[in-house]
């Protein structure tokens, strides 16, 4: 076995460990850091694979800003609903096991008698090392040959943001009556350290005044979607 | 091709030496036994008054997806960039365009004070 078959080994089976903790963890935020080593150990695959742009991308995207929203997410949630994380119906369970199974008896009898070459690409190794590297190719062919798909990309993170402003920001920031019934803000008209400080003072959510800083209250026992629907 | 990643193995067994070294010195030379306290998050500071895992704004989810967007966007420059003079004057109108497409994203967060911290 040569250096890079120890290494993919190595890689490969850290990738799938990890990524049965994150299944297996019962503290979701143990689950987001095992999915970070997870990651990581792909990344190296890539770079095993000579995509060191895929590499990077792996790194900074999905490490560096999903994992991040990730654990925000899970802020978010209050802790003691988080108990319930991994209690599921039986029947659930046993149809998950079951499913999972089924899915790893057809992959590992494709592995085993399948031939897991597909048909030769336009960009063989030898091009792409023509061209300088895996990043020079993918800049070369991204900004002339698809230029429309790229330009159409940023159009759809332009959606992103808007949805993620219309989502994210609490109901008193959006102006007008309209806006206000467009708004989603993840259930909570005020914010929901607004509605939490509202309800600590015994105050109803919906006359909250202004309360200065947020981020320092809570008590986690307010009911989920408090002050809802005004 | 694999033997110019022979640095960064270089590097993560030195921060794995490092961190086996941190842990194996306070494993020897720590003092053994937990006194009361010792189990804090802060040992010798303010004593806890509540538990750290509490509901956060969701002001947080809000900047986390905003960096998402602009990060996803960042990505698309380092391709460009090592091919940027072989696309020339092309290139940059192109990765202008999807600049400017983005900037109205920004500006429409900002104009909303999704940016804004109060």
Known sequence: MDWATIIFYLLAAVAVLTAAGVVFARNPVHSAFALVISFLNVAGIYVLLGAEFLAAVQVIVYTGAILVLFLFVIMLVRPEDLRELNTAPRVQTALAWLLGLALFAELGLVIATGVLTGARGPYPPEEVAAAGGNTQLIGRILYSEFLLPFEVASLVLLVAVVAAVILGLPDRFLTGERARGLSLSLGHPTGADRVLEAERRGVPAVDAPDLGEPGTIDTGRAPVGAGRGR | ?118
């Open chain 2, 1 to 118: 091709m694999l033997s110019s990643y022979v640095p960064v193995l270089v590097l993560f067994l030195l921060a794995a030496g490092l961190a086996a070294l941190i842990l194996g010195l306070a494993q020897i030379m720590g003092p053994r036994g937990l006194n009361a306290g010792a189990e804090d998050p802060y040992e010798s500071g303010i004593v806890p008054t509540e538990p750290a895992r509490k509901r956060f704004p969701v002001r947080f989810a809000l900047v986390a997806m905003l960096f998402l967007v602009f990060d996803i966007e960042a990505v698309f420059f380092y391709p460009w960039a090592v091919v940027f003079k072989r696309l020339g004057v092309f290139g940059l109108v192109e990765m202008f365009l999807f600049i400017g497409i983005l900037l109205v994203g920004y500006i429409y967060a900002y104009k909303k004070g999704a940016l804004n911290w109060e």
